[in-house]
């Protein structure tokens, strides 16, 4: 018998919501009030989205974003930030990790529930295909992003179709040491980044396109969609989740977890990403580009010991509250990428962690990395 999957058509929403509805209908599925889930949305309104893990600070102009009252969101996902806005049609699935047609891990969770747009992308005449760990691109350039998380046993996969995008928006959003930097990232943006505007030179209707998801996601997981609506329990679920979106302590979650060491790093400054606090006590950063993303460290060292440390960037980790567990665990160790690995890894099988395309040499790559100019 095919499994019949609820799907949630809900246009237009507030730009807030869009980065809720998951976590809320993820929370009621694994409560068991609802059934497994796909939702089709998109932004009224343009916001900025950034990963679980990522720090604000480092990322994202707030000034700018402030002044043209454009909201910042930490989502529970993993990944980078990014400028999200009614160019962009959501697809947000919500299946249980003991779902038939779910696959068990990460990576292969990517590589199914991608096939969906992909097989859409192909059928309005766009040649993509799947570019591990979590992209859809053509001749190398990106045409969608997609994040996963977790919520209790409830496994959650959010992605887009890119219409159009506004690519002076988002390089205005991010936070450059330079303007010249800003123009590199401008061209290297449109040169990376794609839409189905310019690959074939228009925009299609988003009814059109949510038809063509819905009947390839049919097909792809082997399930039947049938139209309905946010529940009663879910909405009550939406209006306690606003509550925590909007407040500091989710969205600067990342860099409140060390205030003290967070104090201490704006006094970092150039290239070398390293400040002498005093005699044996050293604030270094160290940044690595790992398969599965970006990896940033802030490390403070006393007398060649870590002290304190914030481990940071867009890539994906599960359970990702074990994040800062693992800074914890680090605590005290000196910084020799062979000892810190074999720690790393033995974290890894502790806690059963995934992290698609970062392994822990990435890490103890990115913390020798930010001592290497001591």
């Not at 002044?67 to 049609?89: F, N, S, T």
């Not at 590199?184 to 943006?189: C, E, G, H």
């Not at 062979?338 to 890894?348: A, D, S, V």
């Not at 392994?359 to 100019?373: V, Y």
Request: glycine share 6%.
């Amino acid at each position: 018998m095919t499994d019949r999957w609820r799907l949630l058509k809900l246009g237009g929403i507030d730009p807030v919501e869009t980065q809720m509805i998951f976590e809320a209908v993820a929370t009621a599925r694994d409560k068991g009030l609802v059934p497994e889930t796909i939702i089709f949305c998109w932004p009224k309104t343009p916001l900025v989205s950034i990963g679980f893990h990522q720090e604000i600070e480092k990322e994202i102009d707030s000034e700018y974003c402030k002044k043209e009252k454009v909201p910042v969101v930490r989502r529970i996902l993993g990944g980078g930030a990014v400028y999200l806005d009614k160019g962009q049609l959501f697809y947000q699935i919500i299946a249980s990790e003991d779902s038939p047609t779910i696959p068990s891990t990460m990576s292969k969770l990517f590589e199914k529930l991608l096939q969906a747009p992909i097989l859409t992308y192909q059928k309005i005449g766009i040649p993509v295909n799947y570019k591990p760990i979590n992209d859809i691109e053509i001749n190398g350039r990106k045409i969608s992003g997609n994040g996963v998380g977790r919520v209790g046993n409830i496994n959650v996969l959010t992605g887009n179709l890119i219409l159009d995008f506004n690519y002076d928006e988002m390089v205005k959003i991010l936070k450059v040491p330079s303007e010249k930097f800003r123009d590199k990232i401008a061209s290297t943006l449109k040169e990376r980044l794609t839409t189905i505007k310019r690959e074939v030179g228009r925009e299609f209707d988003k009814v059109y396109l949510m038809d063509l998801l819905k009947k390839n996601f049919e097909k792809n997981l082997e399930i039947e969609l049938q139209e309905g609506t946010v529940t009663e329990e879910e909405q009550k679920i939406l209006k306690n989740l606003q509550k925590k979106y909007l407040s500091n302590e989710w969205t600067f979650q990342t860099s409140m977890r060390h205030p003290e060491l967070m104090q201490k790093s704006h006094t970092i400054t150039g290239t070398e990403r390293v400040v002498k606090i005093a005699g044996g006590v050293y604030v270094c950063e160290g940044v690595f580009k790992a398969a599965g993303g970006l990896i940033r460290t802030t490390i403070e060292l006393v007398d060649k010991r870590i002290n304190d440390l914030l481990i940071s960037g867009d890539f994906e980790f599960f359970p990702r509250e074990k994040l800062a567990a693992l800074e914890e665990e680090l605590k005290g160790l000196e910084i020799e990428e062979k000892r810190i690995t074999e720690k790393i890894e033995q974290f890894y099988q502790k806690y059963n962690i995934q992290a698609p395309g970062t392994f822990p040499k990435d890490f103890s790559k990115t913390l020798h990395l930010a001592i290497q100019n001591l």
